[in-house]
Structure formats: structure tokens, C-alpha cells
T-cell receptor, first 116, second 109 residues
């Protein structure tokens, strides 16, 4: 089944304890992206990647890192999480960002992160 | 002013009513997406448009590139259509996605 898989789905952690949220897609998509969703603010883009080894900052990149060493994986790293990073996180992918006919987005199920 | 504006923010209607949700944008785009987010949180892509009109079941999406406006219509609405509907545009200069704030739709039986 074609899908975007995020893990963990739920996580409670403490301030300063490094964590990684994994994202994997099995559709050979070039474009991958991370979003956070907070009440009243809608979806905000954290980082995106147009292809392997190509990553760019979105609207709210502070406090996050990403890597794209292989096409299928795009992990989100919180080196030193803080309470303001408590949020619902979504990973998404599309075949391409350049070709408008090929950029229908597929979303992961979401990861709810709480930082105490 | 936000680059992508959705209206209304909230909409409550009775089952069977015809629903219209609007999305206006101020940037040049290569594509516009409509997505649905159910109360459980999952996000599903409904349509991707670059021109004209698309239909899937009871859902119809239209876009007017000259007026920078898109509409999502739901015919014969049903309580299971209750969700947040989100519009997003792909900027043609840098391929970034800009997101609307969403429209929360409640359909009462």
C-alpha cells in the first residue's frame, strides 16, 4: 500500500532530551516536507526537501533539523526540545514539486509530541 | 494580509444542503490543493487544480486563475462530510506551499 509512515505517533518527552521523528514513504516521491499544526494557526511548514541531499527551510525552522540521505526517508530532529515545540507534526510527500501535474500530496497520520 | 484566505472560517449546515467554501490567493501559483482533515487528525488530499474544474463524487472544485480564486462545493451534504477543509497553493516562483487557515464544516443530521 502506498503510504507515508511516521513514528512515533505519540510521544511525551522532557525539555532538552533529543528526539527524532521518522518519516518514510514507499512511493519513490522526490518531494518531502514537515509541518506542524497548532490550534488556530493551521499548518506551518518546518522544512522541505526537493530531492535527495536537498533541503530548505520553511516558515518555522528554528529548533529543528532534517536530513535527506536517501529518497524514502526524511527524519525530523529536535536537538533540544522545548515546550513551545509541543504540537501535532505531519510529514507529507509528492512525486515532484516542479511538475504541477505530479504534486498531489500524501500525508502521514501525524505525530503528537508533548514536551514537558 | 495573508497570501491565502479561506472563507468562511466556520460553517454549520443541515444535512442535504449545498456547501461552498472559498479560497482566495494573492500570489502566482502553479497549482492549488484542497485537503480534508477529519476530527481524528488525518489529512487527505481531495483535489489538485491548475485550471478549470474537477469532480469526485459529491465534491466539485473550481479555480479561476485570472481572479485568483477557487471554490470547493459539496452537493447533498452529509454528517460524515464534517471536517476541516484546507486550501493550499504552490507558488510558481519557488515551489513553496502556502496554506490557508482552514474552514471548519459541521453538517447536522
Amino acid at each position: 500500500e502506498a503510504q507515508v509512515t511516521q513514528n512515533p505517533r505519540y510521544l511525551i518527552t522532557v525539555t532538552g532530551k533529543k528526539l527524532t521523528v521518522t518519516c518514510s514513504q514507499n512511493m519513490n516521491h522526490e518531494y518531502m516536507s514537515w509541518y506542524r499544526q497548532d490550534p488556530g494557526l493551521g499548518l506551518r511548514q518546518i522544512y522541505y526537501s526537493m530531492n535527495v541531499e536537498v533541503t530548505d527551510k520553511g516558515d518555522v525552522p528554528e529548533g529543528y533539523k532534517v536530513s535527506r540521505k536517501e529518497k524514502r526517508n526524511f527524519p525530523l530532529i529536535l536537538e533540544s526540545p522545548s515546550p513551545n515545540q509541543t504540537s501535532l507534526y505531519f510529514c507529507a510527500s509528492s512525486l515532484s514539486a516542479y511538475n504541477s501535474g505530479a504534486n498531489v500530496l500524501t500525508f502521514g497520520a501525524g505525530s503528537r509530541l508533548t514536551v514537558l | 494580509k495573508n497570501e491565502v484566505e479561506q472563507s468562511p472560517q466556520n460553517l454549520t449546515a443541515q444535512e442535504g444542503e449545498f456547501i461552498t467554501i472559498n479560497c482566495s490567493y494573492s500570489v502566482g501559483i502553479s497549482a492549488l490543493h484542497w485537503l480534508q482533515q477529519h476530527p481524528g487528525g488525518g489529512i487527505v488530499s481531495l483535489f489538485m487544480l491548475s485550471s478549470g474544474k474537477k469532480k469526485h463524487g459529491r465534491l466539485i472544485a473550481t479555480i479561476n486563475i485570472q481572479e485568483k480564486h477557487s471554490s470547493l462545493h459539496i452537493t447533498a451534504s452529509h454528517p460524515r462530510d464534517s471536517a476541516v477543509y484546507i486550501c493550499a497553493v504552490r507558488v510558481d516562483s519557488n515551489y513553496q506551499l502556502i496554506w490557508g487557515a482552514g474552514t471548519k464544516l459541521i453538517i447536522k443530521p
